[in-house]
């Protein structure tokens, strides 16, 4: 292998492979790797500035880069081993003759692979297994908090969001720098990433003493996130669907009349004439600018859902489809979305589609007073996820797709004239910095839910993307069923001590008859139930209305623990070992969490649960309930209905 050092890089060159090894940022290191004549010079997910000084060296058996306390080793035959100080991180799995090997080399296997797919490639980087805990990597519907032993599919989804970095128990924080679709696995015999098609492979590593300091590292090189806006820490309200804005002011008024301050209200879908006009059906919302204004008179902030599906009949298809705007798809009909129409998804990557799509949400929202958008379906969900049969502008989606929800969330963001919040479906590595609030997507109104959900809040705050939220109650759900009631508590619960509080979902059974019929317009879309916190009756209202008063009681912890989220890239809700590296049993734990670094909380996550056991990390706490004091250990707690264990770090 032959080696150049360049200021801050290291080249290493053997047949027809380069691989560039740079400085990235504080203790971290940029990889890429191609057997093209050039790199593509694609920043990706690493597009922030940052102050890097890397030295390169010949030494024994090949070269040596160093950026602080990371080290990278590449053998004179091609593959590469990480360290931090003497303690190795992170190796390539190869099995060659490429020497220094402790494994059978009969079986030709490099660490690097390159699989060729008409100009692209299909990528397989491996590295060798190692002992260590696997978090981040964005939100998966699985319980599994610990992703060591797990098979992730690199994919944007409804409900799942891929966000590819992760951090380890060994003291390190990898990112996949790579938009299109793949995999990730974390065996127990080789961890492995692949690419379906890619020019070629792009990683970042980056070593810290603490989960803290690898958190900062990374979200330096990637983006954090904006200060949130104080006025909209309190409750969200939203259902399926508010269908006139006689429904919505009904809802905000009753709000006002119990007392209850309500900071945000949701219009959901279809309360535009067809998909993809982004414009108020004026036979429903006939006066949005008077709705607006007495919203406002309230004291709540509006909220649109905007969907980024086009209706061949909607009057911005035409001009979107001449000029290039739409997604196009490789073979057949240009169809991607067929949910109560023919549509075509709108391409946020093009940034002419970015501005035209802009320039009709202020023209039809905000210029009526509207505040905050909803970008639903921002995965974009498509009829089947049908990778290979969709292209965008910056390419096909099985190279460039991951990344559609970060550039959707950039063009509202950057052309707001305020501070604002995006709600969202999904999220790539940075959407942070585009002030994506990113919700758990369509998912069961049940207890596995409730627990899988839990895992994903805690994984995608690891992963860099610290605002986030779910469906309270789950979005499927019966409000018949006998237990619903008793899910929505403690979902609820849950819901206050988070990122945000929000209540959503379609809640069934659907007897409600459509306000008119037809094929188009918004009233022939049908409504779920009502989904106000009266909506369950005296006891559960009682138990609802006293958790929107702790919130609020909240609010001035809430506003510190969110400018540390912008200041130092840290998550809102925190695993216990975020707080507690020293402490081995508290990377064992899934089923507690940190809401910033002074409340723990121990949510009641199964049906039936009147008590359970919480571990406290060594130190003094206080209970949030009666005030009891505990040290450290594990403490049994009572935890009837209207009860979910809080403790406050005391010191």
């Avoid at 790797?33 to 597009?47: D, K, P, Q, W």
């Avoid at 128990?169 to 793949?182: I, K, P």
């Avoid at 039809?364 to 965008?392: C, I, M, Q, T």
Wanted: a negative charge; one cysteine or more; charged letters at 25%.
């Amino acid at each position: 292998m032959k080696f150049t050092f360049q200021e801050n890089a290291l080249l290493a060159r053997r047949g027809h492979e380069t691989i560039r090894i740079e400085g990235w940022g504080e203790d971290g290191l940029r990889v890429r790797a191609t057997v093209s004549s050039h790199f593509t010079g694609e920043a990706h997910a690493l597009e922030e500035e940052v102050t890097s000084h890397a030295e390169a060296a010949y030494t024994e058996g090949g070269a040596v880069i160093r950026s602080g306390k990371l080290r990278c080793f590449v053998h004179e035959n091609g593959w590469m081993a990480f360290y931090a100080g003497e303690k190795l991180l992170l190796k390539e799995y190869y099995r060659d003759f490429s020497g220094a090997n402790e494994h059978s080399p009969s079986m030709k296997l490099a660490a690097r692979e390159y699989t060729p797919m008409g100009g692209d490639y299909a990528l397989t980087l491996r590295f060798e297994a190692a002992e260590e805990k696997i978090f981040g990597m964005g939100q998966y519907q699985q319980p599994n908090f610990d992703l060591k032993g797990c098979v992730l599919e690199l994919a944007q989804r409804n409900s799942q969001v891929s966000v590819p970095f992760y951090l380890s128990s060994r003291g390190y924080g990898f990112l996949w720098n790579m938009e299109g679709v793949g995999e990730a696995v974390f065996g127990n015999n080789f961890t492995r990433f692949t690419a379906k098609s890619a020019d070629e492979f792009d990683y970042y590593i980056t070593a810290g003493d603490t989960p803290k300091q690898i958190l900062e590292h990374y979200t330096a090189a990637v983006g954090r996130a904006p200060a949130f806006p104080n006025d909209l820490l309190g409750l969200w309200q939203s259902k399926l669907r508010y269908r006139t804005e006689e429904e919505v002011l009904s809802v905000a008024r009753e709000y006002h009349r119990r007392g209850i301050p309500l900071d945000v209200i949701v219009i959901d879908f279809f309360h535009w004439v067809r998909q993809g006009d982004w414009s108020f059906d004026p036979v429903y919302f006939p006066h949005p600018e008077e709705m607006a204004r007495k919203l406002h008179a309230l004291g709540t902030k509006c909220m649109v859902s905007v969907w980024p599906t086009v209706d061949r009949k909607s009057v911005n298809f035409a001009p979107m489809s001449e000029n290039g705007m739409l997604v196009r798809t490789e073979r057949g009909s240009m169809q991607c979305f067929d949910f109560q129409g023919d549509t075509v998804i709108y391409d946020a990557t093009n940034p002419d589609a970015r501005e035209y799509l802009f320039a009709r949400l202020k023209e039809n929202y905000l210029e009526k007073g509207v505040d905050l958008f909803w970008l639903d379906e921002a995965e974009p969900e498509y009829s089947a996820y049908d990778f290979d049969h969709f292209r965008y502008f910056r390419g096909p989606v099985l190279k460039v797709g991951n990344s559609y929800p970060k550039y959707h969330a950039k063009g509202i963001f950057e052309r707001m004239q305020k501070p604002t919040v995006s709600l969202t479906r999904s999220a790539w590595v940075g959407s942070q910095k585009y002030a994506a609030l990113v919700w758990s997507g369509d998912i069961l109104s049940n207890f596995q839910s409730l627990r899988d959900q839990l895992a994903a809040g805690l994984n995608i705050g690891i992963a860099g993307i610290p605002w986030w939220t779910t469906d309270t109650g789950g979005f499927f759900g019966d409000v018949t069923a006998p237990n619903f009631s008793e899910l929505l508590i403690r979902w609820f619960e849950l819901s206050t001590f988070s990122p945000v509080l929000r209540l959503h979902g379609d809640r069934g059974p659907h007897d409600i008859p459509n306000l008119a019929e037809g094929e188009w317009g918004g009233g022939f879309s049908p409504t779920g139930r009502p989904n106000e916190l009266w909506s369950y009756g005296e006891e559960v209202y009682a138990i609802l209305k006293k958790y929107v008063e702790i919130r609020l009681s909240l609010k001035g912890y809430l506003e510190e623990v969110f400018r540390e989220a912008s200041a130092c890239g840290y998550p809102v809700m925190r695993p216990l070992f975020f707080e507690f590296p020293e402490d081995e049993r508290a990377w064992e734990i899934g089923d507690e969490y940190m809401l910033g670094g002074r409340c723990l909380v121990a949510p009641v996550l199964y049906e039936g649960m009147r008590e359970r056991e919480v571990y406290l990390p060594q130190g003094s706490w206080k209970e949030f309930f009666t005030g009891k004091v505990y040290g450290g250990g594990v403490v049994k707690i009572q935890a009837p209905l209207d009860i979910i264990p809080v403790f406050w770090r005391e010191g």
